[in-house]
């Protein structure tokens, strides 16, 4: 099992930065995907960038150029740089973890965007 806590959302206006962080319970070298999704309000949840383990990372057409991913195994966790941001990243974004036993979420941290 894992626990997932996300921080780092926050207001900010259009064209600023955020950085989001997701600790993990236990090393991020023993999960085999982690990524970040979003869900904005009447919309589905969506991906915006997820790594595997091996380094490979996919991120949204819609981010790409403005969002990095990065982390730090010594504190188990996985950030997520958003610069350039944009009125419509404004959502709920969530931390989310795949592994052999299962698929696990953080609680979300909300993000919005003034433009």
């Known amino acids: 099992q894992v626990q997932l806590v996300e921080s780092g959302g926050g207001l900010v206006q259009a064209g600023g930065s955020l950085r989001l962080s997701c600790a993990a319970s236990?090393?991020?070298?023993?999960?085999?995907?982690m990524g970040w999704y979003r869900q904005a309000p009447g919309k589905q949840r969506e991906l915006v960038a997820v790594?595997?383990?091996?380094?490979?990372?996919n991120y949204a057409d819609s981010v790409k150029g403005r969002f990095t991913i990065s982390r730090d195994i010594a504190k188990n966790t996985r950030y997520l740089q958003m610069n350039s941001l944009k009125s419509e990243d404004t959502a709920v974004y969530y931390c989310n973890a795949a592994t052999v036993y299962g698929n696990y979420w953080g609680q979300g941290t909300q993000v919005t965007v003034s433009s």
């Open positions: 236990r090393s991020i070298l023993s999960i085999n995907t």
């Open positions: 790594v595997t383990n091996g380094g490979r990372i």
